[in-house]
């Protein structure tokens, strides 16, 4: 029995990818994370014609003082988020500095604190 929960969790993990991203604005500007995350939105939105309702996008991780930032998407939708934020040109920019589906690798490069499971 404990070994279908292993395959379970292994097979939900899987379907996850996660993003390290960095942020650049004007010094004089404050960058929240609901203001990234409705910039990536629009991205998406712009670019693929697609809305947020059909993808999943949670930020798992925000430094103010480093504007970096991780976020999770569904292993479907990142080929399309990374696209979309490459392709934009809205104010904050943002780059994909690091793209995996291994949480832990992220947090190691960014120096986050560990994130819950």
């Not at 650049?24 to 500007?29: K, N, Y």
């Not at 798992?60 to 999770?72: E, L, P, Y």
């Given at each position: ?33 609901l ?45 399309k ?37």
């Open positions: 029995m404990k070994r279908s929960g292993r395959r379970t969790s292994s097979v939900i993990q899987a379907n996850w990818h996660y993003l390290l991203l960095a942020v650049s604005s004007h010094p004089d500007t404050s960058v929240d994370v203001s990234l995350r409705q910039a990536i939105q629009e991205s998406v939105a712009s670019n693929h014609g697609m809305t947020m309702a059909s993808v999943t996008l949670d930020v798992m991780w925000w430094c103010n003082g480093t504007k970096r930032m991780i976020v999770r998407l569904d292993k479907r939708d990142a080929m988020v990374m696209a979309a934020i490459a392709a934009s040109n809205s104010v904050p920019r943002m780059t994909v500095i690091s793209d995996t589906a291994f949480l832990p690798a992220l947090t190691a490069i960014a120096g986050a604190e560990p994130l819950p499971s």
